[in-house]
């Protein structure tokens, strides 16, 4: 039998600092978010940040926490009801971090008689902290829990023209009658080294303006890449003017180099350059959380304001929109329909 599994980041249980601080170190303590060696990242990590991080990221999540709960987990929950509509399959949730683990998704399937899962890491590029190691550890936990299973993953999507055309037209409609100079795409931030990490070909990635517009094999793994791809892709659809739209990255941490230009100064720099009405995307995720509904939601907003500009536009994640539903439940049933036919 088949199944799917649709993976997301995750988020602690509650805004307190003690659910906090749990959810913190279970994603900080991941080598692939914070990729030192243990001894530094254990030190780094409960000897530093969560000594102080906890409360001041709490009073964050109670800015945005919903009756229901974590607006992540909500929205996630509403993509699967309206998922499950669609396709006959079976189709489980799970987060990378936090309570609802990849382990409880994968028995939620198992106990239906479940084989064969299709998993959907709900990332649309590809990344170390993200789908890498959603891959790395549902391979570790079918191995240990369920060796019968198989699993299949659906590959990055950044660039497919369902995927572009989907978010184009949700942006677009979101949009319609507003007035704005200037449109920034901003992605969650990771650091330069992670880029050099993943270049499959050790020579390629340099960072620069020229790498991710030079064709080579590498791109399969840059997530800096096919960030800007997503921004070329989606500016060609819409046929915003040159100058118009930018890219930026947030939610750096640290002190070491991240990808630039940052989100925060590059919103000041526009206010500051005179802009009086800017939008902003992020699609770098799929499902509205922290990082879009208080860091650029939020602070965005006042650090923009700041500078001196008027209208800040917010333009939602794909969330549940009906065609990126759609969207997910093709790409499932084109998995199930190979399936059938190599079976």
Known sequence: MKGVLLVNLGSPDSPNPKDVKKYLG????????IDVPKWARTLLVKGIILKTRPKASAKAYKKIWWEEGSPLIVLSERLK?????EIDLPIALAMRYGSMSIKKGLQELHDKGITEVFMIPLYPQFAMAT??????LADEIQKEFF?????????PFYNNPDYIKVLSESMKSYLKGKDYEHLLFSYHGIPERHIRKSDITKSHCKIDKSCCSTPSEAHAYCYKHQCVEVTRLVGEYLELEPGTFSTSF??????????????????ERLGKDGIKNMAIATPAFVSDCLETLEEIAMEGEEIFHEAGGDNFTTIPCLNDNSEWVLLLAKWIMEWNEKALISS
């Open 250 to 267: 947030q939610s750096r941490l640290g002190f070491d180099p991240w990808l630039r230009p940052y989100t925060d100064r590059t919103i």
């Open 131 to 136: 789908t890498e190691t959603i891959l790395v």
């Open 147 to 155: 060796p019968k299973m198989t699993i299949e993953s659906l590959p």
């Open 26 to 33: 279970e994603f900080l303590m991941d080598e692939r978010v």
């Open 81 to 85: 009801e309206k998922l499950q509509n």
